[in-house]
T-cell receptor, first 115, second 113 residues
Framework: GAVVSQHPSRVICKSGTSVKIECRSL??????MFWYRQFPKQSLMLMAT?????????EQGVEKDKFLINHASLTLSTLTVTSAHPEDSSFYIC???????????FGPGTRLLVL | GENVEQHPSTLSVQEGDSAVIKCTYS??????FPWYKQELGKRPQLIID?????GEKKDQRIAVTLNKTAKHFSLHITETQPEDSAVYFC????????????FGSGTRLSIRP
């Protein structure tokens, strides 16, 4: 099946700093990528949908100026958490879909801890 | 927008018995219903899916049923095994590459030996 990677797998940062998370589709072209956030013992909450070359569409309640999403190529999307605070600590998971794909393929996730 | 509700939130069954997880969705336009299994700290893994043009689909010990009229769909796991212990999520989506998938709240399934 299709492979999606994420980097880093874990990151610890100080409050107020920015953190960038990369999501890559390794063996297919991802026309659409999705970013999710998952708090402990909770479901995956969709944050935004990004299509290659266009601005991301954010879900209601997600601050677009805080969570910057870039999908500059068909194999890479980045999520930047700006001015991170402890409440941003979470498991961030991306997923990717190709133009002919039915399924979303999930990355392994990035665990962010903001001190 | 789409809203997916999932029940129960936790489920404990004896090994060898069956487990059933139920979901409802709100958007009648949704036509694709995947089910995911997530182990602690790992990514969700697709275990089975169903499109709205069929009412039931089976893959070995796992089956999914869909009632479009009632907007209900269910996951059935038979002959449960310890390795079935995990969190299961139902989801709903439109069947296209750009459509987002909305997840249910999850069911923590525990298999008692």
């Amino acid at each position: 099946g299709a492979v999606v990677s994420q980097h880093p797998s874990r990151v610890i940062c100080k409050s107020g700093t920015s953190v960038k998370i990369e999501c890559r589709s390794l063996d297919f072209q991802a026309t659409t990528m999705f970013w999710y956030r998952q708090f402990p013992k909770q479901s995956l909450m969709l944050m935004a949908t990004s299509n290659e070359g266009s601005k991301a569409t954010y879900e209601q309640g997600v601050e677009k100026d805080k969570f910057l999403i870039n999908h500059a190529s068909l194999t890479l999307s980045t999520l930047t958490v700006t001015s991170a605070h402890p409440e941003d600590s979470s498991f961030y998971i991306c997923s990717a879909r190709g133009a002919r794909e039915r399924d979303q393929y999930f990355g392994p996730g990035t665990r962010l801890l903001v001190l | 927008g789409e809203n997916v509700e999932q029940h129960p939130s936790t489920l404990s069954v004896q090994e060898g018995d069956s487990a059933v997880i139920k979901c409802t969705y709100s958007d009648s336009a949704s036509n694709y219903f995947p089910w995911y299994k997530q182990e602690l700290g790992k990514r969700p893994q697709l275990i089975i899916d169903i499109r709205s043009n069929v009412g039931e689909k089976k893959d070995q010990r796992i089956a999914v049923t869909l009632n479009k009229t009632a907007k209900h769909f269910s996951l059935h796991i038979t002959e449960t095994q310890p390795e079935d212990s995990a969190v299961y999520f139902c989801a709903a989506s439109l069947y296209s590459s750009a459509s987002k998938i909305i997840f249910g709240s999850g069911t923590r399934l525990s298999i008692r030996p």
